[in-house]
């Protein structure tokens, strides 16, 4: 998509002809004459490089250098190519100073500013994946690779949607490989020179969401001592995953919605409506449908976001792919460690395909690393301590006071946990909410709460009366 610019000058012919020399060019323009226009222009075009001419209508430069400052302090990943006719050597070495990326003194020459325009532009893409790059654990991109027809199904309707502007509601198990799935698409979208920008609705707390989501303006809230970007901010004209949607409150859930319709959102305590054109791809592991009817989930936000909707199989059903995967693990280990040429036996191999994997690709990948540092041999065979049968503890962790479930990732094993104390705390309370609230000191709505997302079937739950309260 193409880069949106916003060149900042009091004289309209300059305006007008630099706004046709990168029209030319495939740009889109913005114009300001002065520095209050061009702080509005910031908000409402989020562009991604700015020209600013120093001397705005004065005798001095001080308007200029007041908007330089201000894109430092609240665009950070904006860079500023200044421009000016009365530059100095001084005046550039103060731009540079203040955090302009280059200065250019006028007259202008096209060829000049093309370039220059261009190496500013392919910097900022640069700082914005670095910065992704930073956040991100370290992607598998081979876990395609297969003969199972139903990822070559999976492949097909992906190429077919990721060319499309498209909602995508992506489900299936823990492990699967869900954000992979996110990625691809991205990445063979026209949006793909950009950074897809994340967001794992799970791991951000309740109270945080909606900031991290929209932004928020300097003084919202105490500690808000600048303006902050939102995810929807950063993905503008790219793509924004939602992982775990189905962890979003209710209230969440209605802006998200609006977003969706609109492509329109304020910033926490902000009152100006900024527009967006953004992409939504949306994962979770749960049945959204019967989030629905718990009332956990909105009818209307599902079926926008259930445009194209994608499930990606467990591993237990395209087993003929666990060869192509381990191999592309092991050699992944193997580089990543140092350490020296190692193979798989095909005996072990074929045992791996027996296997039910209820961890999916996420279980293979460790168990394929934690063979390949811990074999001495060149050859990777069948080991029953190191490859305990499914249900068993891969260690003796369990007899040293860890369960199995206290080896899962951090989300699933917080989740175990609270099914277990919830249970147990009903069980010993009667089944009496009212006294397992007092008892755990939490309020019976929380209680209620807990129930409906951990989806617990208990049977029958009592209230203080005795009567069913469920």
């Known amino acids: 998509m193409a880069d949106t610019i916003l060149v900042v000058d009091d004289q309209k012919d300059i305006r007008l002809t630099?706004?046709?020399?990168?029209?030319?060019?495939?740009?889109?323009?913005?114009?300001?004459?002065?520095?209050?226009?061009?702080?509005?222009?910031?908000?409402?075009?989020?562009?991604?490089?700015?020209?600013?001419?120093?001397?705005?209508?004065?005798?001095?430069?001080?308007?200029?250098?007041?908007?330089?400052?201000?894109?430092?302090?609240?665009y950070p990943q904006t860079p500023v190519v200044v421009i000016s006719g009365h530059g100095t050597v001084e005046t550039a070495v103060k731009a540079v100073k203040k955090g302009a990326f280059d200065f250019i003194e006028?007259?202008?020459?096209?060829?000049?500013?093309?370039?220059?325009?261009?190496?500013?532009?392919?910097?900022?893409?640069?700082?914005a994946e670095n910065k992704i790059l930073r956040t991100q654990n370290l992607k598998e991109d081979h876990l395609f690779v297969g003969e199972s027809e139903s990822m070559?199904?999976?492949?097909?309707?992906?190429?077919?949607?990721?060319?499309?502007?498209?909602s995508v509601l992506i489900t299936g198990e823990n492990g699967v490989g869900k954000e992979l799935v996110a990625q691809t698409i991205h990445s063979m979208s026209?949006?793909?020179?950009?950074?897809?920008?994340?967001?794992?609705?799970?791991?951000?707390?309740?109270?945080?969401?909606?900031?991290e989501l929209f932004g928020y303006e300097k003084g919202a809230f105490t500690g808000a001592d600048r303006r902050h970007q939102g995810r929807f901010d950063l993905a503008n004209r790219s793509t924004l995953f939602l992982d775990e949607i189905a962890d979003m409150s209710l209230k969440t859930q209605a802006k998200i919605l609006r977003i969706l319709q609109e492509q329109k959102f304020e910033r926490v305590g902000g009152?100006?409506?900024l527009s967006v054109n953004v992409r939504i791809i949306a994962a979770s592991n749960k049945n959204l449908i019967n989030q629905i009817e718990k009332g956990l989930f909105r009818q209307d936000l599902y079926y926008r976001l259930n445009v194209v909707p994608l499930v990606v199989p467990p591993l237990r059903e395209r087993k003929e792919d666990i060869k192509g995967l381990a191999t592309i693990f092991l050699a992944k280990c193997l580089e990543t460690n140092n350490l020296g040429p190692k193979t798989l036996d095909p005996v072990f191999l074929e045992e791996l395909k027996?296997?039910?994997?209820?961890g999916n690709i996420r279980e293979l990948k460790n168990t394929i690393e934690r063979l390949a540092i811990t074999t001495k041999g060149p050859v990777i065979s069948f080991d029953p301590e190191k490859v305990p049968a499914e249900g068993e503890s891969t260690s003796d962790s369990e007899s040293q006071g860890a369960t199995p479930w206290m080896l899962h990732p951090y989300r699933e094993a917080k989740m175990e946990f609270e099914k277990r104390y919830f249970k147990l705390q009903l069980e010993v309370h009667d089944w009496n909410v009212s006294k397992t609230a007092e008892a755990i000191n939490l309020d019976r709505s929380t209680i209620h709460k807990k129930l409906n997302e951990l989806d617990l079937k208990l049977g029958s739950v009592k209230g203080s009366s005795g009567e069913k309260s469920l």
């Open 18 to 74: 630099l706004g046709g020399v990168l029209a030319d060019e495939g740009y889109l323009v913005a114009q300001a004459s002065t520095g209050a226009e061009a702080l509005e222009r910031l908000d409402e075009s989020s562009p991604e490089l700015v020209l600013l001419d120093l001397w705005l209508g004065g005798n001095n430069d001080s308007e200029g250098f007041t908007v330089l400052s201000h894109i430092q302090d609240e």
């Open 106 to 127: 006028k007259p202008l020459k096209a060829e000049k500013l093309l370039l220059t325009v261009k190496r500013a532009l392919d910097f900022r893409k640069l700082a």
């Open 152 to 166: 070559r199904a999976l492949m097909n309707t992906i190429r077919m949607v990721a060319p499309t502007t498209s």
């Open 190 to 211: 026209p949006r793909a020179d950009r950074p897809m920008i994340e967001l794992n609705c799970a791991a951000i707390p309740e109270d945080l969401v909606e900031s």
């Open 271 to 273: 009152s100006k409506t």
């Open 354 to 358: 027996e296997r039910e994997w209820p």
